[in-house]
């Protein structure tokens, strides 16, 4: 039976049905392009949210969605006529949450509403959550319009929260890290390695001017990626070769995007540029050894890596954090071992 990419609108009593398993054919839908086609159109068109912001019994006013797989379910149904509640038994449910592009700003409106809480022990952790969230819908409007100025300029602000956050708290990096489900997306990719970056450059004592550089430059690494066709990007599988040659291009796409950009300091191109480089000279796009590798490069590589290796995907499990590091240390050569080495102790605390 061939997948296809779907609202499902199944209920009982309010509580979503599980779907036919029958139905979960992957290797059907892959060998489907127009299901695959149909499916990477509407992940587009979508938004993930971080079900660790909805908070049971507090009304929301957006339509909420979960995609499992190559489907999308209804979860809630709400608008500012009719709000709805969140119940607590949704947030149990596999899958990433997701909402329409166009309730974007009243998610927004959401996020605002948790600062107002009457616990002040509860502060920091939202604030964290603010950053994070904020970050990435920053990064959703500059991959869907690379070119804007305002965009780059409100990322440079939300680098500089992160650095104030993670200085003033390091461990403040476990809660500004997103989890990731079921499926990829570049914008929660490219805030987590953002955080993992600024995590590692505080750990090794780098000044503060550097660490905001070295931030910016992680935040902004994959924006060439907003020059590769969505087929690409969302496809579940290997890459064909031809495929990989186009996908290996958005590194020199990004770094002529950001050209553009004034605002983006010369450092900051070093893990724009050499994030996808090894110290073997097996990387890309300029084969570059040992020292020619910039530090912001090395650490970015790291980075990105690691939370690559840890997103789950439609198509294969996530590894957990100790195989992620385990896997990026077992790479002998590719990345450097006194960094990594601070890496690894930095996320000792993650399960």
């Not at 009304?59 to 709805?84: C, H």
């Amino acid at each position: 039976m061939v997948t296809k990419y779907r609202i499902i609108n199944d209920r009982d009593s309010g509580i979503l049905k599980e779907p036919d398993k029958a139905k979960e054919q992957k290797d059907s839908f892959l060998e489907d392009p127009l299901a695959f086609k149909e499916y990477s159109f509407h992940k587009e068109e979508h938004y993930l949210i971080d079900k660790t912001v909805l908070t049971p019994e507090k009304e929301i006013f957006f339509n909420i969605y979960r995609m499992d797989r190559f489907n999308i379910f209804p979860v809630i149904e709400a608008s500012k006529k009719q709000p709805s509640k969140i119940d607590s038994q949704l947030l149990n449910f596999a899958g990433d949450f997701v909402i329409k592009k166009s309730d974007i700003p009243l998610y927004h409106d959401y996020l605002l509403s948790l600062t107002e809480l009457s616990d002040p022990s509860e502060e920091g952790k939202i604030k964290t959550i603010m950053i994070r969230e904020n970050s990435k819908l920053i990064m959703k409007d500059l991959l869907d319009d690379p070119r804007s100025g305002k965009k780059i300029k409100e990322s440079k602000i939300m680098v500089n929260n992160m650095v104030d956050c993670i200085l003033q708290n390091r461990d403040a990096i476990y809660s500004m890290l997103s989890l990731k489900n079921y499926d990829y997306y570049t914008y929660t990719h490219s805030v987590n390695v953002a955080v993992l970056s600024v995590g590692l450059g505080v750990a090794i004592d780098l000044k503060r001017n550097d660490v905001e550089k070295l931030g910016t430059g992680a935040l902004l690494h994959d924006i060439g990626k907003s020059a590769i066709s969505h087929e690409i990007l969302n496809k579940q599988g290997k890459l064909d070769s031809k495929e990989y040659l186009i996908m290996r291009n958005h590194v020199t796409e990004g770094e002529k995007i950001l050209r553009t950009h004034k605002e983006v300091s010369e450092e900051s191109f070093d893990a724009v540029l050499q994030h996808h480089e090894k110290l073997t000279g097996k990387g890309y796009p300029m084969k570059l050894q040992d020292g020619e590798i910039k530090l912001f490069g090395r650490i970015t590589a790291i980075a990105d890596c690691y939370d690559a290796l840890t997103t789950r995907r439609p198509y294969k499990p996530a590894f957990t954090p100790f195989n992620a590091l385990s896997i990026v240390a077992k790479e002998t050569g590719n990345y450097d071992p006194e960094l990594l080495g601070v890496f690894i102790k930095m996320l000792g605390k993650i399960k």
